[in-house]
C-alpha cells in the first residue's frame, strides 16, 4: 500500500516545519520506539519508585513527556504487541493468542511498513512476539534490518552477552548502518524483565548486576497480605496459571524478595541499554532530530492479590509506563499528562511524529496534541478485553469509564464481575459489583460493555471508526 497524497503532503508539511525560504528544510525526525514486556507502570523512577535504578528511563521522562495514567487494551504480550503494530484493539485485529500472524491487508495498515513506503529505513529488533516461527521469514522482509525472534528466546546462552545486551550491540549496528541523509524508524523490543519461563530463579538479569540491590530490603507492596484471594471464587484460585507462578516465583517472603530484586536488575539492565542508544544517536548528531516512544506491553502482578503474571483488568496487570520524547517541544520538557492513553494510541502517535496521517480506520488516538501542551477533547472511556484460549488463564472483558472501572469472567459458572469506584478507591480494594446501592451503575457498565462489543465487532478495515457512544434508557 503505497502513502497517499494526503500522506506524503503531510510529511513534507512535516518535514518543512520550522524552515524559512533560503534555508535547507530539515529531515523528518528519526523514530525509536523502546518497548520492555512486563513493566508496569510503578517500575520507574520518575513515577516514584524510590528503590529501583532506572537513570535513562528518567532522562526519557525529564526531556519528554511523560502519560501517567496509560493502559494496555489486553494484558498479554502478543496481543498488545499486534495493538502496538496496527493502532486496533484485538477484536478488530483478531489476535487473541500466539500462533496468528498479522495479515497482509494489517501489515499495510502498521506503523512500520507505512513509514517504509515513505521514505524510512526501518529496523525490528528483539521479541517479535505475533505469530509463531513460521512468520518470522514474511516479518523479516517487510523491514531493512530484521533481528527480531520468534518465541520469549533465552536471556543467557554460552558464548553470548546477556540477552539485553546482545539486542543492544544489535540497535546499535542498525544505527551504525542508517545513512545520515534518510530518516529512521527502529523498533526495539526488549524481552526483559520478562521470567525466563520455568527456568528459577526466572527473572534471569545478567549477572553483572547480581548484587545492585544486596543488602536493600524492598517493602511489601500493596494487596499482599492474602485477603483478596481468600475472597476469590474457586475458579480464580485453584490451578489457575497466575497461582501456579505465585507459588514458584513469590511464594514464601524470601522467593519475593529475590524475584523483585532481580526484576530490578532486568529492568536496569534494559535501562543501560537504552543509554548506549542515546549516547550512540547523540554521537551521530541526530538527537536532536529522533523522536523516542518508550512503553510496555502489559503491566505485570508481583505478588499482589495471590498471583503473578497479567491477564486481569486491575491495575497492575494493565497500567503501563509511557513517556513521548519529541525534541522539537521543549516547551512540554518533563511535563506529566493524566489523561487515559492506551497501547493502541503508538501507532497513530508515531505516523503523527512522521507527518504521516493515520488511517481513519486505526482505533487508537494521535498522543503528540497531549505532548505539545494542548487540551483537545479526549476519551472518558475504553475497552478491555483477554480472550486468548488457556484452561488456566479465565477470559475477562471489561470496560473503564470515568473514574469506574468494571470487569466480568463470562465463562464462570455463575458468571463474575468486579466493580471499582477508583475516585474513592484507587487501590481496587473494595468490589462493588454486589453493592445494592451501586445497583444502576453496575446496570449502566454492562449495557456499556455490550455496546463495545457490538461497536468493535462492527468494524471494518476500510471505514473510518469511531467510539461507541452509550445513551441511558
Keep these: 500500500m503505497q502513502p497517499t497524497r494526503r500522506e506524503v503532503l503531510g510529511a513534507l508539511g512535516g518535514a518543512a516545519a520550522g524552515w524559512r525560504c533560503g534555508q535547507e528544510p530539515p529531515r523528518q525526525p528519526n523514530i525509536l520506539f523502546l518497548l520492555t514486556d512486563d513493566q508496569r507502570w510503578d517500575m520507574l523512577g520518575a513515577a516514584g519508585n524510590s528503590i529501583i535504578k532506572t537513570p535513562n528511563m528518567d532522562r526519557l521522562a525529564r526531556e519528554g513527556v511523560r502519560f501517567a495514567n496509560n493502559f494496555v487494551t489486553t494484558s498479554i504480550c502478543a496481543v498488545s504487541r499486534a495493538s502496538f503494530f496496527t493502532g486496533l484493539y484485538a477484536r478488530c485485529h483478531g489476535i487473541h493468542g500466539f500462533r496468528t500472524p498479522l495479515s497482509d491487508e494489517q501489515h499495510e495498515l502498521s506503523y512500520p511498513l507505512r513509514l517504509r513506503n515513505a521514505g524510512y529505513r526501518t529496523g525490528f529488533v528483539g521479541k517479535y512476539g505475533v505469530g509463531g ?185 494493565i497500567r503501563t509506563p509511557m513517556i513521548v520524547r519529541d525534541p522539537r517541544l521543549p516547551q512540554t520538557a518533563g511535563a506529566v499528562r493524566n489523561e487515559m492513553t492506551l497501547n493502541i494510541d503508538v501507532a497513530p502517535t508515531i505516523l503523527s511524529a512522521a507527518g504521516l496521517e493515520a488511517p481513519q480506520s486505526l482505533n487508537g488516538r494521535d498522543l503528540m496534541p497531549l505532548a505539545r501542551g494542548e487540551r483537545p477533547p479526549w476519551r472518558q472511556e475504553w475497552f478491555y478485553e483477554h480472550l486468548f484460549e488457556h484452561p488456566r488463564v479465565p477470559k475477562s472483558e471489561g470496560v473503564r469509564s470515568g473514574d469506574w472501572k468494571y470487569f466480568v469472567f463470562p465463562e464462570a459458572d455463575p458468571v463474575y464481575e468486579e466493580m471499582y469506584d477508583l475516585a474513592s478507591d484507587p487501590r481496587e480494594t473494595s468490589n462493588l459489583a454486589g453493592a445494592a446501592e451501586h445497583g444502576g451503575t453496575l446496570e449502566t457498565m454492562r449495557a456499556k460493555r455490550e455496546l463495545w462489543i457490538e461497536n468493535l465487532s462492527s468494524w471494518r478495515i476500510d471505514r473510518p471508526w469511531t467510539e461507541p457512544e452509550y445513551t441511558p434508557v
Aim: proline share 5%; aromatic share 16%; hydrophobic share 35%.
Design 133 to 317: 516461527a513460521d512468520a518470522i521469514d514474511d516479518a523479516a522482509r517487510r523491514y531493512d534490518y530484521f533481528k527480531g525472534f520468534p518465541g520469549q528466546g533465552r536471556y543467557l546462552v554460552e558464548g553470548r552477552e546477556h540477552m539485553s545486551e546482545y539486542l543492544g550491540n544489535q540497535c546499535l549496528e542498525f544505527l551504525d548502518g542508517s545513512p545520515a541523509d534518510r530518516p529512521w524508524n527502529l523498533s526495539v523490543s526488549f524481552k526483559a524483565p520478562h521470567v525466563q519461563d520455568n527456568v528459577a530463579p526466572y527473572f534471569i538479569n545478567d549477572p553483572l548486576y547480581d548484587d545492585l540491590f544486596a543488602g536493600v530490603e524492598i517493602p511489601p507492596f500493596a494487596h499482599m497480605d492474602g485477603k483478596y484471594y481468600d475472597g476469590l471464587p474457586e475458579f480464580l484460585k485453584a490451578d489457575t496459571e497466575s497461582r501456579i507462578r505465585w507459588e514458584r516465583r513469590f511464594g514464601t517472603p524470601e522467593k519475593w524478595q529475590e524475584s523483585v530484586k532481580r526484576y530490578y536488575a532486568l529492568i536496569y539492565g534494559v535501562d543501560v541499554q537504552i543509554g548506549r542508544m542515546l549516547d550512540k544517536i547523540e554521537e551521530m548528531g541526530q538527537l536532536d532530530n529522533t523522536v523516542i516512544v518508550f512503553t510496555g506491553d502489559n503491566g505485570f502482578f508481583l505478588g499482589e492479590r495471590g498471583w503473578a503474571g497479567k491477564w486481569y483488568m486491575h491495575e497492575e496487570s
